[in-house]
């Protein structure tokens, strides 16, 4: 038989399956979609709170407060420094006057507070966007070292509760990807083993006419593949209803949290969900069909 | 064509089906299997189509030792040995035109083929007017010409029947007898298993008497030569 000839008799044989055990197949592409559904609103919870936590570090500044009386030529000079540094991504010089003018309008209506000093009581400053923010430590001692610097403002502590934050997350959600990954190819293996039990007598009698391992196996891999792909589009669906959902809900809280997720990474994640349907379906047949020894 | 040398089959139960059995079928030949419930038929033909194994001994089917023989060469030894069941073994969801063409398209068949091959053994067993029905719309006497068809359609060098006409009157059991001379006279060695001494002497054939595992008698022509 030609390889078309083949593909489309398996293929005809695993849609005639589907159909004869209408039950069990949905029964699979049930317990598939909910491993995924929430298989998916997990890995959409950690791409949103990685997001999270990533905008929190960028948003991370050091802040060099120069000692009184340097001259310009020597905060150009230290500027030039700073600018070659590796360490440091951009700096900016802030002034003791604009800085002045930063707190006044901050604070806004009351700026009056401020007009019983009479003098300038801020430093001349640098604002440092670090390329690592692993480097931090070092970076400070360095600036530190300096004879025009007074003191530096690293937050170091906030920096690296950031830092374990993200990486906690990324471990305990790829622990626990996987752990949801396996549990639910338990559960459709299960399924699947299901109506592969309930074919067996037939498994047996093809056998028995002389049909190989992977004559027999094609058309429920085939069936477990179609299972599964239709499984992740029902949790897609679903996982889309349930977010935009959540995301009214939230922006009807007001809670002033904004940067969620958007739908590019919606899609990407809407393809991971297809490939792990497949997956999940094709490897729960191959599981159910090694425990018949086909 | 099918040797066997002092074969013994036990199962794990402790029960010897078969103990020390010698036997020479040649190509061509028709035997019948006869001898009481229990006494090894069914296992001594689920070792001509490799469905069981010996405990010892050597069963040689067509030059190949069964025992030696690889797993994944198992599926080409049964696809020159036809089994005809006496429960039939229908695939009860497939019509009766695919339960015979799904025997062909395992050997790898092209279509043309099939539908060609699948024709002409519906016909030879007549039920080329049934081929769109299913196993549950037919009388047991047709299942088991179905069932016959599909061991034929392959042009099995080896054809094994295990009680063909177990479920059928006198009458339907003559008529399956009849097209199982028949397929012997094409020249494929056919092995019958049966219960029915009736029929048995009714053809000239060789019986081979088996009692508790062994071989009780092996007579090359009994019966009258109806066929």
């Not at chain 2, 189509?49 to 080409?76: A, C, F, K």
């Not at chain 2, 069941?85 to 050997?107: G, M, P, W, Y």
Request: glycine fraction near 8%; hydrophobic fraction near 45%; include cysteine.
């Amino acid at each position: 038989m030609e390889f078309v000839e083949t593909v489309s008799f398996h293929s005809r044989e695993a849609l005639a399956g589907l159909r004869r055990s209408k039950v069990m197949a949905a029964a699979t592409i049930t317990s598939i979609a909910l491993s995924l559904l929430v298989l998916g609103s997990f890995i959409l919870f950690l791409k949103n709170a990685n997001l999270f936590l990533g905008r929190l570090h960028d948003q991370y500044k050091l802040i060099v407060y120069l000692k009184d009386g340097v001259d310009t030529e020597s905060v150009t000079m230290l500027k030039r420094r700073f600018e070659a540094d590796p360490a440091i991504q951009t700096v900016t010089y802030v002034s003791r006057e604009e800085a002045l003018k930063l707190v006044l309008s901050d604070l806004g209506e009351k700026a009056w507070i401020l007009k019983t000093i009479e003098k300038n009581p801020l430093p001349d400053s640098f604002e440092i966007k670090v390329a690592e923010t692993a480097d931090v430590p070092d970076l400070v001692r360095r600036l530190e070292a300096d004879r025009a610097v007074g003191s530096v403002s690293s937050g170091q502590e906030w920096v690296t509760n950031i830092l374990r934050c993200i990486s906690f997350t990324r471990c305990v959600g790829f622990v626990l990807v996987v752990v949801l990954g396996l549990a639910s190819l338990l559960i459709v293996a299960n399924t699947i083993w299901l109506t592969v039990y309930a074919r067996r007598d037939e498994i047996s009698i093809m056998r028995l006419v002389g049909a190989t391992n992977w004559f027999i196996r094609t058309p429920f891999l085939i069936e477990g593949l179609l299972a599964g792909v239709a499984g992740a589009l029902l949790s897609f669906a679903l996982l889309v209803v349930g977010y935009r959902f959540f995301l009214g809900q939230i922006q009807g809280l007001s809670l002033g949290v904004t940067g969620f997720v958007g739908w590019p990474e919606l899609r990407r994640l809407g393809v991971q969900l297809f490939l792990m349907g497949g997956v999940l379906g094709f490897l729960g047949s191959l599981v159910s069909l090694r425990r018949l020894s086909v | 064509m099918i040797q066997m040398y002092n074969v013994v089959k036990a199962y794990p139960n402790g029960v010897e089906a078969l103990r020390g059995i010698n036997l020479a079928i040649k190509k061509g030949e028709f035997v019948f299997l006869v001898g009481p419930s229990g006494a090894g038929k069914t296992t001594l033909m689920r070792l001509v189509y490799r469905d069981e194994l010996p405990t010892s001994g050597h069963v040689v089917i067509d030059g190949r030792n069964i025992e030696r023989l690889h797993e994944s060469r198992v599926p080409y030894l049964r696809r020159s040995v036809g089994v005809v069941f006496q429960d039939f073994k229908l695939i009860e969801s497939k019509s009766i035109h695919d339960n015979v063409a799904f025997a062909l398209r395992v050997t790898g068949a092209g279509t043309d083929e099939v539908q060609v091959k699948t024709a002409r053994a519906l016909d030879l067993l007549g039920l080329k007017h049934k081929a769109n029905l299913y196993p549950s719309q037919l009388s047991a006497g047709e299942k088991q010409r179905v069932c016959i068809a599909r061991a034929l359609v392959n042009d099995p060098a080896i054809l094994v029947t295990d009680e063909p006409t177990g479920n059928l009157d006198p009458e339907l059991s003559l008529d399956i007898m009849r097209i199982l001379v028949e397929i012997n006279n094409r020249g494929t060695t056919v092995i019958m298993a049966t219960h029915n001494m009736g029929l048995v002497d009714q053809f000239a054939k060789r019986v081979v008497h088996l009692v508790a595992g062994k071989v009780l008698s092996d007579q090359e022509k009994h019966g009258k030569a109806m066929d």
